[in-house]
């Protein structure tokens, strides 16, 4: 975060190192009073009465006042800061849904009907409005290089914009305890350029790739009738499970399972005979799956780009 890459984020890091410096000043000057203290002559106290006086001032001062006027300004600054986050209005913005679930994110473009999840792609340069529910708990949406953290609260929808023209892969993780796989509950921001963006956006608006051999279409097959299809969309084929992220273009996300493992086949192959055993709690059940079958699967899952 401190190293901002967006328009929020850099308001948040200004804030945050107007925070420090005072911070900084507050601690010497405390440090410094405390040497003084240790270190100075008792005075002869002659006019007890004087002296109490002259005792209580620093405190007074020190204690009362000057705290009290740092607290208001620094409150003051962050209410500003936050209603002058830019919160582009659903029209001029493209607008993503984001919902959060134990332990994944689900990413929506209503617009134009594109489902997938734990990878959000935006285009560089042009506003972004995410909005942000979840179906279970509380989750945190947090990018730090661009923008702030905010809640997912069950029955509302929170705002939160992206606004860079820094194209590149930005990491992002839950930030609001969630539950046993909380840190396991990752993501990544895909800033684009706006031609790569519509591109992206245009494959991932098709149904699922028919199978391209015979391997691939016993896949299918073997996913068609496992357990799957009860979580799993895959568009264009019978299953429209909505308990697990949509698997229609699985082959064109990076990462596994929430951002925790590269999307190879040796993973997947793991992920889908034992998720448990890679990140246990999670909802999804262990699979025995023949040898051959859970190869074909692996082929089918595999040709999803
Ligand atoms: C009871 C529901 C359920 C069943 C049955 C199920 N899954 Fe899942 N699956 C999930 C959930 C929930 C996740 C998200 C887990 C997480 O990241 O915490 C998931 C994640 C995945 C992922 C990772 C997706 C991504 O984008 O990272 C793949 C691949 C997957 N499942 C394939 C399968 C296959 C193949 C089967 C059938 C053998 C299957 N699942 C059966 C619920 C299920
Ligand atoms: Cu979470």
């Known amino acids: 975060m401190l190293s901002p890459m967006g328009a929020n984020a850099s ?52 204690g009362i006042v000057l705290p009290s006027v740092v607290l208001v300004l620094l409150t003051g600054v962050s209410i500003d800061a936050m209603r002058h986050r830019d919160h582009p209005d659903a029209s001029q913005a493209t607008v993503v849904q984001v919902i959060g679930h134990q332990w994944w994110w689900e990413v929506r473009y209503p617009e134009r009907d594109v489902v997938t999840a734990n990878e959000v792609h935006v285009p560089a340069g042009r506003p972004v409005r ?23 609260v069950p029955g509302r929808s929170n705002t939160l914009s992206i606004n860079t023209d820094r194209p590149g892969v930005y990491e992002g993780r839950c930030a609001e305890f969630c539950g046993l796989q909380h840190a396991k509950m990752r993501f990544r921001v895909v800033v684009e350029p706006e031609s790569s963006f519509q591109d992206w956006l245009a494959a991932q608006g098709t149904s699922a790739a028919e199978p391209a051999d015979d391997l691939a279409a016993r896949g299918r097959q073997v996913f068609l009738s496992a357990s799957c299809v009860y979580c799993h ?9 909505s308990v697990g992220p949509d698997l229609t273009h699985l082959a064109s996300r ?18 889908i005979v034992d998720p448990q055993q890679v990140k246990p709690g999670a909802r999804m059940p262990s699979s025995d799956l023949p040898p051959d079958d859970l190869q074909a699967l692996l082929a089918y899952l595999g040709s999803l780009a």
């Open 130 to 152: 995410l909005e942000l529910t979840t179906a279970d708990v509380i989750h945190s949406f947090w990018v730090p290089a661009l923008a702030g953290k905010i809640d997912l």
């Open 254 to 271: 990076d990462t596994l399972a929430a951002g925790i493992m590269p999307n190879t086949k040796g993973h997947l192959g793991g992920w």
């Open 11 to 62: 308001r948040a890091a200004g804030l945050w190192w107007l925070m420090f410096w005072i911070g900084v000043v507050v601690w010497v000057l405390v440090t410094a009073a405390t040497l003084y203290a240790l270190v100075r002559r008792r005075r002869d106290r002659h006019d007890p009465l004087t002296a109490r006086r002259w005792e209580n001032a620093p405190l007074v001062w020190g």
């Open 233 to 241: 969309t895959i568009r264009g084929t019978a299953a429209v499970g």
